[in-house]
C-alpha cells in the first residue's frame, strides 16, 4: 500500500519560512518522480515544483528563488523548503508520486500565511 505523509505545515507571517516533509511508503522510491502541488482556497489544483529521478527540477512561475524543492532518497522523502512566504501561498500542499504507471498523493498539509 502506497503512502505519502506530509508534514511541516502551519501558521506564518509574510516573509517567514516553513519547511515541508513528504515521506513515502509502498514505492520504489529512487525511481519516482515526485513534486508538491497546491490548491489554494476555491481554486484549481496547481503544479509548485517537481523533482525527477536524477535530481532535476522545475518550479512555477510563482514560487521561483523562493521555494527549493530537494529529495533524500535514503530517506524517502522529499522536502519543500519555502522562503519570503506571501499571502498568496496559502493553500493546501500536497505531494505526488509518479513512477511512470501511477500517481499517488498525500493527504495534504494546510500553509497558511498572513499579511
Known amino acids: 500500500q502506497v503512502q505519502l505523509v506530509e508534514s511541516g505545515g502551519g501558521s506564518v507571517q509574510a516573509g517567514g519560512s516553513l519547511r515541508l516533509s513528504c515521506v513515502a511508503s509502498g514505492i520504489i522510491f529512487a525511481m519516482s518522480r515526485m513534486g508538491w502541488y497546491r490548491q489554494p482556497p476555491g481554486k484549481q489544483r496547481e503544479v509548485v515544483a517537481t523533482i525527477t529521478t536524477a535530481g532535476s527540477t522545475n518550479y512555477a512561475d510563482a514560487v521561483k528563488g523562493r521555494f527549493a524543492i530537494s529529495r533524500d532518497n535514503a530517506k524517502n522523502t522529499v522536502y519543500l523548503q519555502m522562503n519570503d512566504l506571501k499571502p498568496e501561498d496559502t493553500a493546501v500542499y500536497s505531494c505526488?508520486?509518479?513512477?511512470?504507471?501511477?500517481?499517488?498523493w498525500g493527504q495534504g498539509t494546510q500553509v497558511t500565511v498572513s499579511s
Open positions: 505526488n508520486a509518479y513512477n511512470f504507471i501511477d500517481n499517488y
